[in-house]
């Protein structure tokens, strides 16, 4: 069983913090069958941390982990703090293969996105 | 003659600055000659800031300014920080209109570029 945890930053703002779960609950949807679990966690300053996430999916029943960054630059929070994080994780439990993809920034898409964005501000 | 003033928040760090600009120049490419000029900005911490890259724009002959936030979440930056920074450029340039467009994180396809960067990560 494999599962998908949306790593963002965390924000004081709660709204920012619930938007992240919104995603994570539309990312399931187009997800599908592909992955049994869609959870989100936070870096900082919001629940679950990383490690607390894995946790929720490995008692949901995960077999792997797919950690994709929230994040739009390749910073240290994505070279570094998220990595740090994982290991925790993976100390806590060392049969789970945990990965983690590309951020978003790194997407090839994004400039067609934000290109979509600024012609829909238009019409 | 139509500007695109892709908004960033800026960094500490240069290389993430660097990502921004790079960005602005893949966003110039697909963008072909839907819009003249594609600039990148920075609410803070990096150059130009925004009224700076509107008067770039202006100065290179735009008529008009589509701004999009490089931005993940409604936070106070794209709700409060950034209009008022337009409004300053507002001041500056009566005759141009400066529209803001809807940020980076509020596209449809945000969960699934997400998914597709978890699922290139497991190939």
Redesign the interface.
């Known amino acids: 069983m494999q599962a998908?945890l949306?790593i963002?930053h965390g924000?004081r703002?709660a709204?920012?913090n619930d938007?992240?779960r919104d995603?994570a609950k539309?990312?399931a949807?187009?997800?599908g069958d592909?992955?049994e679990l869609v959870a989100p966690a936070f870096l900082e300053l919001a629940e679950p941390d990383i490690p607390g996430g894995v946790d929720q999916c490995v008692a949901a029943g995960a077999s792997r982990v797919?950690v994709?960054p929230?994040f739009?630059?390749?910073?240290?929070h994505v070279a570094t703090d998220i990595p740090n994080e994982l290991e925790k994780a993976r100390q806590a439990h060392p049969d789970i293969p945990i990965?983690?993809?590309?951020?978003?920034?790194?997407?090839e898409?994004?400039?067609?996105?934000?290109?979509?964005?600024?012609?829909?501000?238009?019409d």
Chains 1, 2 share one sequence.
């Open positions: 998908l949306l963002a924000s703002r709204a920012s938007e992240v995603l539309k990312l949807h187009v997800a592909r992955y797919i994709v929230y739009l630059s390749a910073g240290r990965q983690q993809s590309d951020y978003l920034g790194m997407h898409s994004i400039p067609e996105i934000l290109l979509m964005l600024a012609t829909k501000s238009v």
